[in-house]
Structures are given as C-alpha cells and as structure tokens.
T-cell receptor, first 115, second 117 residues
Framework: AQSVSQHNHHVILSEAASLELGCNYSYGGTVNLFWYVQYPGQHLQLLLK??????LVKGIKGFEAEFIKSKFSFNLRKPSVQWSDTAEYFC?????????????FGSGTRLSIRP | ETGVTQSPTHLIKTRGQQVTLRCSSQ?????VSWYQQALGQGPQFIFQ???????GRGNFPPRFSGLQFPNYSSELNVNALELDDSALYLC????????????????FGDGTRLSIL
C-alpha cells in the first residue's frame, strides 16, 4: 500500500535558522506531491505542489521543496524561519493512477519556532 | 467568496449510535472530499463526491457513507459508531472539470471533532 513518511514528529528551531523537513513516499509510478500547512486554530492550507516539470518548487511564504525521484523524496525547505512559521506541516502524495483526489497524507511534523 | 464550512464543530456520541456531519462547499466548487484525522495522524481519505456521485473511496467500511446534494453541499454519515471513530473529520472542496480532473486544489474546512464515549 502507498504510504508517506515524515521523519520528524516535532522540530524546534530558533528564528532565522534554516529548515528542512523530510518526506518520503512509497509508490513507483507517477505522483503529484504536496505540502500542506496548518497554523494554530486554522484549517489546512496548500503550501506548494509538484505535478511535473522543474523538480524545485517554490511555494508561499518563502518555502520551497525539491522532488528527487530516485530517492522518492519531497523535502520542504526554508532558508530562514520566522516565529509565524510555527505550525503543523503535512506532506501528501496523490498517485497518478487515481482518478479521484485520493491524497495520502503523512502523519505531520510539528514545527515550533523560538522567538 | 465563502470558504468551506462544516457543522457541527464538536459532537459527542456513544458507541452504536449514528452521526451525520455536514459540509458546505466553497462557492463555485462541485467536488467534495471527506477525510478522517485521528489524533497525531495525518488526514485519511474517506471518499469523494463529484456532482452528486461517489468518485473514489478510501479504505473505510460501508458504515461510512455519504451524500452530495444539487447545491454541492455534502453529508458524511457514520453508522454503528465505534470508539476508534473518534477523530477530526475534514471536508475539502474543489472545482473539477470532470470526474477525472483530480489535480484541482482542495480547500479545507475547519473540521468536526467527533468524540465517541
């Protein structure tokens, strides 16, 4: 069965530190890849997505992610985090065969930023 | 534009009961997907409705059922509730050009938190 693994359950950083959140998936075919963010008290929002083309994807708020097909990875990065980045981050995959929007989510990484 | 709204926000039920959760899709959207998010986990896909018909289903038993209405709002029904059904239930809507147009962005509601005693 397809699955998505997020390696870190909780990451704590100081402001201005660089961020990298890991995401690996288990599916050998074509995939669409997503990162969603959930700020405290808010609903899930799309941060960025990869469907095809340039494997380096830029999203909102200075985030980017790199799709490395050979490693089945889609890690999220930000060069300098801010306190307002405190949130839960979910990596998600949609297998290419699926006609429905059956998105498979990872278990999430909670990011805490120390001011 | 009005976003995705879900009701109720919280609900407490006992084992064996039945529950109905409701979702109003974002204006202009014709597709609704439902997810279950257990504590400490990511959302799990339950099923999707496109123009009032089911358009894909995850690994959930038949006691999880749904409906979509002509105005594209949707209901999630769960029968014979079990303790493990305690979770946050999320609804997401999108605007698809066809039942196969699955790459449209999904907009999530705030969810209904269901507690089973």
């Amino acid at each position: 069965a397809q699955s998505v693994s997020q390696h870190n359950h909780h990451v704590i950083l100081s402001e201005a530190a660089s961020l990298e959140l890991g995401c690996n998936y288990s599916y050998g075919g074509t995939v669409n890849l997503f990162w969603y963010v959930q700020y405290p008290g808010q609903h899930l929002q799309l941060l960025l997505k990869y469907f095809s083309g340039d494997p380096l994807v830029k999203g909102i708020k200075g985030f980017e992610a790199e799709f490395i097909k050979s490693k089945f990875s889609f890690n999220l990065r930000k060069p300098s985090v801010q306190w307002s980045d405190t949130a839960e981050y979910f990596c998600a995959v949609k297998p290419g065969y699926s006609s429905a929007s059956k998105i498979i989510f990872g278990s999430g990484t909670r990011l805490s930023i120390r001011p | 534009e009005t976003g995705v709204t879900q009701s109720p926000t919280h609900l407490i039920k006992t084992r064996g009961q039945q529950v109905t959760l409701r979702c109003s899709s974002q204006s202009g959207h014709n597709t609704v997907s439902w997810y279950q998010q257990a504590l400490g986990q990511g959302p799990q896909f339950i099923f999707q409705y496109y123009r009032e018909e089911e358009n894909g289903r995850g690994n959930f038993p038949p006691r999880f059922s749904g409906l979509q209405f002509p105005n594209y709002s949707s209901e999630l029904n769960v029968n014979a509730l079990e303790l493990d059904d305690s979770a946050l239930y999320l609804c997401a809507s999108s605007k698809q050009g066809s039942r196969f147009d699955s790459n449209q962005p999904q907009h999530f509601g705030d969810g209904t938190r269901l507690s089973i005693l």
